[in-house]
């Protein structure tokens, strides 16, 4: 096809990568460790592992998995915690034994935690113990053979480790009583790995690297198959895209956005790559303790989305972070505001670069160039080696201009999904092409803007929330008659939760039903907002409820 696009390229930016240039994350992980090994890699809470320690860290782990857990290769290993340094230490371990990670939300639910770990199939889940209670309550009915547990402080220094994890644990009460006989600690599994040589495993573009889960039209949550393939083309991809500023060893980029979500996990890979010193804030929300990093710590780049922006902005006591090495701001998961944008614009004199992507393209498929002077509104042009286009339900190409669903093809494109032909036949075709469920446009010198969802996708604050699964939830409680969910504007997280309801009880309340939802959905997918009808929701003539009807005004209910 005719990449129009490519004459919007900044000079310097190829048409295309080589995807040869690395045969998995594995020999991209060595050829850092191998380059910056005196270098920070990853720091958090003022301790910092360098490219040589997570050479060895990550070794030690392989080598455990190997030998002692006796994994057979591609075996599938969950890990679950926020942004720690045991984080990388697992992943990178993981994937150079030649097994496969399934990166898991830390605030699931029981029920979502279960449906997750019996999906994949996973064998090992490493998770931090602050969530082991959640963990303890679906063992028995998942196929989970090995359990290894740590504690926030396990990496830092011996005196630091054990007032931090005392504080957290006795301090802070932030444990719930939790007991699962058999488990291993993390410390005691890097003990056994470092005794043990790690071996070497001829990893390909067709092995599979991760099983990234999103949510489904079905509302049941997909595993999309993402090879070492996908991820070198994606993290080659945002790596040449972002060359124009950006130093080899020189670069402090800040990583407050959790490495489960597939936004964050390859932006990490890049500045990985790069020798980059990867800034983990583990809790964001702890908006002094974050501010009180970046002061101790003048970074170059950081990632985010359009709320954290909107909240870091606007924190009392930003005005005191150095930004004055600051090179690149990048946004995703959700669009940016303009008038987030035009405040970070003011306060750095950096226009945010927005992009675009799912999970199902590893994730990054569209970028604004690093060379823009203000935001743009749109998502960009598309990366090196990938193809976008307009497409309508029959298949055909729509010449510019014209808004139908957006389509991508490219080597960061998924496989397909883990164990359902079917749910990939529905967006992936046989000739590459994916189908995002984003409608849009492209214009004449091939930029692309969103203008509408095609899918009912509820996105709060870059997580995708699928009405279906909102549903399913609600319509346990007795109470409920018929249900549907829809996603409400919201300034601060661009969307939030509305379900329609109307009642089987009379005396059903709204707090009835967010008490219920919080059982069972993780925070950002309970409803923030409830309201109850008297007639029937509207349907199809098959029975199937008109979310688009219900966004309009609704009528007067008692």
């Known amino acids: 096809m005719d990449r129009i696009w490519l004459k919007q390229y900044p000079q310097g930016i190829p048409a295309d990568i080589d995807i040869d240039d690395y045969a998995s994350l594995k020999h991209v992980l060595e050829d850092s460790c191998r380059r910056f090994a005196d270098l920070p890699a990853y720091g958090n809470m003022g301790v910092s592992l360098s490219y040589r320690n997570l050479d060895r860290a990550t070794r030690a782990f392989g080598a455990y998995l190997q030998k002692v857990l006796k994994l057979e290769r591609g075996e599938r290993v969950a890990i679950m915690m926020p942004n720690l340094l045991q984080y990388p230490v697992a992943l990178f371990g993981t994937l150079r034994a030649g097994f496969t990670v399934v990166n898991v939300n830390p605030q699931y639910t029981a029920r979502e935690l279960e449906h997750q770990l019996n999906d994949s199939g996973a064998s090992v889940i490493v998770v931090l113990e602050n969530f082991a209670g959640t963990l303890q309550e679906v063992l028995p009915r998942t196929k989970v053979r090995t359990v290894i547990t740590t504690q926030v402080g396990d990496l830092f220094p011996a005196f630091k480790r054990g007032l931090v994890n005392f504080v957290v644990k006795h301090v802070k009460k932030m444990v719930p009583p939790w007991s699962i006989p058999g488990s291993t600690p993390f410390l005691a599994a890097m003990r056994a790995g470092r005794a043990l040589s790690l071996d070497y495993v001829p990893l390909g573009h067709e092995d599979v690297a991760f099983l990234q ?67 983990l804030i583990t809790n964001p929300r702890d908006m002094p303790a974050f501010l009180e990093t970046l002061r101790k710590n003048p970074f170059t780049a950081i990632i985010g989305v359009n709320t954290l922006y909107g909240a870091l902005i606007d924190a009392p006591g930003f005005a005191q972070v150095d930004v004055s090495r600051l090179k690149l701001i990048s946004a995703g998961g959700m669009a940016v505001q303009r008038v987030v944008a035009h405040k970070w614009k003011q306060a750095t004199g950096l226009a945010i670069i927005e992009g675009y992507g799912l999970t199902e393209t590893s994730p990054v498929a569209l970028a604004n160039p690093l060379g823009i002077e203000e935001w743009t509104g749109t998502i960009g042009l598309p ?176």
């Open 213 to 279: 889960y999103t949510g489904g039209t079905t509302g049941v949550a997909k595993g999309a198959v993402l090879t070492h393939g996908n991820m070198v083309a994606n993290v080659l991809q945002v790596a040449a895209w972002m060359a124009r500023d950006l130093k080899d060893g020189e670069e402090t980029v800040v990583i407050p956005l959790p490495l489960y979500h597939v936004y964050a996990l390859t932006t990490n890979l890049v500045f990985m790559k790069l020798g980059a010193h990867c800034l």
């Open 383 to 558: 990366l090196p080696s990938t193809e976008a286009k307009i497409m309508d339900e029959q298949g055909n190409d729509l010449p510019q201009g014209q808004v139908e669903e957006i389509c991508i093809r490219g080597p960061q494109v998924m496989r397909g999904y883990w164990n359902r032909p079917d749910e990939t036949a529905k967006v992936l075709a046989a000739d590459g092409w994916l189908r995002t469920g984003d409608m849009g446009f492209m214009d004449e010198r091939g930029w692309f803007r969103i203008t509408d969802r095609k899918k009912d996708m509820i996105v709060v604050s870059g997580f995708k929330v699928f009405p279906n699964e909102v549903e399913d939830v609600v319509a346990m409680h007795p109470g409920v008659l018929e249900v549907a969910s829809i996603g409400a504007h919201d300034d601060r997280s661009g969307e939030v939760v509305k379900i329609v309801v109307v009642r089987k009880d009379p005396s059903l309340t709204e707090q009835d039903l967010i008490d219920h939802c919080k059982l069972h959905l993780t925070g950002y997918k309970v409803p923030k907002l409830v309201e109850f009808r008297t007639e029937p929701l509207p349907k199809t003539n098959v029975g199937k409820i008109l979310r688009r009807e219900l966004r309009a005004p609704a009528p007067v209910s008692s």
